[in-house]
């Protein structure tokens, strides 16, 4: 097994948590054209794109034949209003030991990527005061395939100038984890255990995480 050398993070649910804003903004939209977008049909949204989750929330409404041009200021108005929302975050949205595992892996000389479909992840990072614990960030400006592809995963360890059997990949979604078993990259998993199967190790945040545990995990392995 190769050594861990670096550690490549999804941003929603493993960091910070913006589910809440892309739901108030697809929620939004919803009813400006004349339907309700509920808890569970955003359900369905999870790890997928602005364009896709646009077409699925079409579907919900029964809506169709809506042209491109219309798609795509559809889809521009729910970011400005997500945009709107992240605008405001800081570092009281973190999620548990994030910042602090950031740290702990920066103290061990282990490299660090972000590894996130979000265009937005840039303002995120900043507002919320983690970019400078990013050796590298890979987000949705850069890749062309969403996960489970793992591009995203890949194109960060090429950044790092680490090989994918080095890395190690935190990750909350099914999709994610698929993406890291893809690349070649052992993972742990944020959230539970009956959902994340493909997972090495599942933990219900990076504060029941730590370097030590990477390192017992390595050795143990």
């Known amino acids: 097994m190769d050594a861990i050398q670096a550690c490549l993070f999804d941003l929603d649910g493993v960091l910070v948590d913006t589910a809440k804003y892309h739901y108030q903004a ?9 339907f309700e977008f509920t808890e569970k049909d955003n359900e369905r949204l999870k790890g997928v794109s602005r364009d896709a989750s646009l077409q699925i929330l079409l579907e919900v409404g029964g809506i169709s034949d809506v042209k491109e041009e219309q798609r ?6 729910k970011n400005s209003w997500y945009v709107e929302s992240i605008s405001r975050m800081d570092a009281s949205e973190l999620l548990p030991g994030a910042l602090e595992f950031l740290k702990e892996c920066r103290a061990n000389g282990i490299r660090t990527a972000l590894g996130s479909a979000s265009k937005n992840a840039p303002l995120i990072l900043a507002n919320t005061g983690l ?16 996960k489970p592809d793992p591009e995203v995963f890949l194109l960060g360890a090429a950044k790092l100038g680490v090989q994918p059997g080095a890395c190690v990949v935190f ?6 984890i ?26 219900p945040s990076l504060a029941a995480f730590s370097v030590a545990k990477l390192r017992e995990w390595q050795v143990t392995a």
């Open 26 to 34: 697809w929620k939004r939209l919803a009813g400006e054209l004349g």
């Open 72 to 77: 795509q200021q559809l889809a521009e108005r």
């Open 131 to 146: 970019a400078p614990y990013f050796d590298a960030i890979v987000d949705g400006t850069l890749t062309s395939r969403a």
């Open 171 to 176: 990750e909350d979604a099914e999709a994610g």
């Open 178 to 203: 698929e993406a890291a078993v893809r690349a070649g990259m052992r993972s742990v998993g944020i959230g539970s255990p009956a959902v994340l199967t493909q997972a090495d190790v599942v933990v």
